[in-house]
């Protein structure tokens, strides 16, 4: 089943060029609340984290991801990171985008009540997905080494192979929610 209009619509009117991250949060917004619908989960924009609060480094940009939470349980059971589409091409910004999802498990897991915190990071409409496994506090994909003396590709871009507008794409995104479903 594909998308609803309304989101199909809204992604039309995305350019693959666009540089602004925050064209993008309506756009999701709209998915995470067609997916986790308000009855059973909340979709949180603004996540606190010790960074938003004190206006740390990165205040801002840690300040607007987007969390889901199950209501009834007191935890975060997923994440998505948003970076404009002009993101993928480079390796500096892939790097960075791959951070931020790293980083933010770091401040999510200590509030996480279940066994798997789910996180992705969108660039555009290409996905990345990611776990944090509570017991053992590792993340997968494994972050990959850099290097201090030659450029290391740590966020190749075929970890972004997902396409949320595409059939594939919005086949895994729907099974990774089905994970919550009571």
């Known amino acids: 089943m594909p998308w609803p209009a309304h989101i199909v619509t809204k992604s039309s009117l995305l350019l693959d060029t666009e540089t602004i991250q ?19 989960f909340m979709v949180t924009p603004q996540y606190t984290t010790a960074e938003a609060q ?21 935890s975060p059971i997923f994440f998505i990171e948003i970076k404009p589409p002009t993101y ?8 960075y985008a791959e951070n931020q999802v790293q980083t933010r498990f770091k401040q ?35 972050a990959l080494a ?9 966020a190749p871009i075929g970890r972004w192979n997902t396409n949320i507008m595409q059939e594939e794409g919005h086949a895994k995104f729907l099974v990774s ?6």
């Not at 999701?28 to 009855?39: A, D, G, K, V």
């Not at 300040?63 to 209501?71: G, M, R, S």
Request: contains cysteine; charged residues 15%.
């Open 54 to 74: 004190t206006g740390g480094p990165d205040a801002i940009n840690f300040a607007i991801t987007y969390v889901i939470e199950l209501l009834g349980v007191d």
């Open 88 to 95: 993928l091409p480079s390796i500096a910004t892939r790097q």
């Open 177 to 182: 929610r089905l994970v919550f479903r009571r």
């Open 146 to 154: 850099d290097s201090i003396s030659s450029v290391v590709d740590t």
């Open 108 to 142: 999510l897991a200590h509030l996480v009540a279940i066994p798997k915190l789910y996180g992705v990071s969108a660039i555009g409409r290409q996905l990345s997905y990611y776990t944090y496994e509570r017991a053992s506090g590792t993340v997968e994909p494994v």
């Open 22 to 40: 925050n064209k993008f949060f309506g756009f999701y917004n709209s998915i995470l609340n067609e997916c986790f619908p308000s009855p059973h």
